[in-house]
């Protein structure tokens, strides 16, 4: 499985990024495709992602209201609108799925993923 990860930039706070992450090779049409972000010096953490099985969405708190996951089955890519973005929201965003199903409860945990793709800078200047 490869994810190829796309569309990171730089920009200024307010503005607007979509990223793209399209997964090629043997994926399962049930697992979960979710994007992690990691700035400098920090851990990697959970941004936003979706549960295939169920369709369900989740997005960290710190993005909620601005941030939005979806999926293009079709294409087997999976999309990070990101609006109104903060200097907080600058790191490498990495997109990532697993064999099989997630526990939804689970789909934050980096943990619990198999592959990832390479990132994408996003930078938001004040």
């Known amino acids: 499985v490869q994810l190829q990860a796309s569309g990171g930039g730089l920009v200024q706070v307010g503005a607007s990024l979509t990223l793209s992450c399209a997964a090629s090779g043997v994926t399962s049409s049930s697992a979960p495709m979710s994007w992690f972000r990691q700035a400098p010096e920090k851990e990697r953490e959970f941004v936003a992602g979706i549960d295939t099985w169920t369709g369900r969405t989740s997005t960290a708190d710190s993005v909620k209201g601005r941030f939005t996951v979806s999926r293009d089955k079709a294409k087997n890519t999976v999309y990070l609108q990101m609006n109104s973005l903060k200097p907080e929201d600058s790191a490498v965003y990495y997109c990532?799925?697993?064999?099989?199903?997630?526990?939804?409860?689970?789909?934050?945990?980096?943990?619990?993923?198999?592959?990832w793709g390479q990132g994408t800078q996003v930078t938001v200047s004040s």
């Open positions: 990532a799925t697993r064999n099989g199903r997630i526990v939804t409860s689970a789909i934050d945990r980096a943990t619990q993923y198999h592959y």
